[in-house]
């Protein structure tokens, strides 16, 4: 069974302040990614990763940056967090291109 | 970069109706064209997928059919019960055996009513 664990499932951080979510997946995925969800804009993708050789950015990567210095280890990084931040993230892992992603619980982030 | 428009956004039907929810891409290199449920308060799963060397897809009471020609795919629901009350989302890629990087639709509520 494919597991794909965020380290905090409730976060609430101050304004400024640099923000570290964790994300690590047990299946040796070569594949990894960051998604936001926001009401009415569904998934949109911050970061892609593909094992710890490249690292593409998605739609919205403004204000965030990623870490993945390890295979099975996938960060991301608020810079200095804002507002416009607060959101749910999505980590997600596949083992290929053409096979399921699986993702993670999901990480409920407010900046206040 | 991919775009992929999902609608609608809403969709109520009655429980034995059918559901179909349609997706349009720009990437014409996209190739692989997953489909994932997701319930309130859980993760999205996959319950379809369909690459682009298929025309059409079943299982059981879940279909999705592609036309590459016009960017287009779609997901029907057939005998809608009301545990298929959820989001759905679904996603294009211009995959390889190695990687693909999954651009999401904003995602279609259904709602089926006894």
């Known amino acids: 069974d494919v597991k794909v664990t965020q380290s905090s499932r409730y976060l609430v951080k101050r304004t400024g302040e640099k923000v570290f979510l964790e994300c690590v997946q047990d299946?040796?995925?070569?594949?990894m990614f960051w998604y936001r969800q926001d009401p009415g804009l569904g998934l949109r993708l911050i970061y892609f990763s593909y094992d710890v050789k490249m690292k593409e950015k998605g739609d919205i990567p403004e204000g965030y940056s990623v870490s993945r210095e390890k295979k099975e280890r996938f960060s991301l990084i608020l810079e200095s967090a804002s507002t416009n931040q607060t959101s749910m993230y999505l980590c997600?892992?596949?083992?290929?291109?053409?096979?399921?992603?699986?993702f993670g619980q999901g990480t409920r982030l407010t900046v206040v | 970069g991919e775009n992929v428009e999902q609608h609608p956004s809403t969709l109520s039907v009655q429980e034995g109706d059918s559901a179909v929810i349609k997706c349009t891409y720009s990437?014409?290199?996209?190739?692989?064209f997953p489909w994932y449920k997701q319930e309130l308060g859980k993760r999205p799963q996959l319950i379809i997928d369909?690459?682009?060397?298929?025309g059409e897809k079943k299982d059981q009471r879940i279909a999705v059919t592609l036309n590459k020609t016009a960017k287009h795919f779609s997901l029907h629901i057939t005998e809608t019960q009301p545990e298929d009350s959820a989001v759905y989302f679904c996603a294009a890629s211009r995959s390889t055996d190695s990687w693909g990087k999954f651009q999401f639709g904003a995602g279609t509520q259904v709602v089926v009513t006894p």
């Open positions: 997600a892992s596949s083992f290929t291109g053409f096979m399921e992603a699986f």
């Open positions: 990437d014409s290199a996209s190739n692989y």
């Open positions: 369909i690459r682009s060397n298929v």
């Open positions: 299946m040796d995925h070569e594949n």
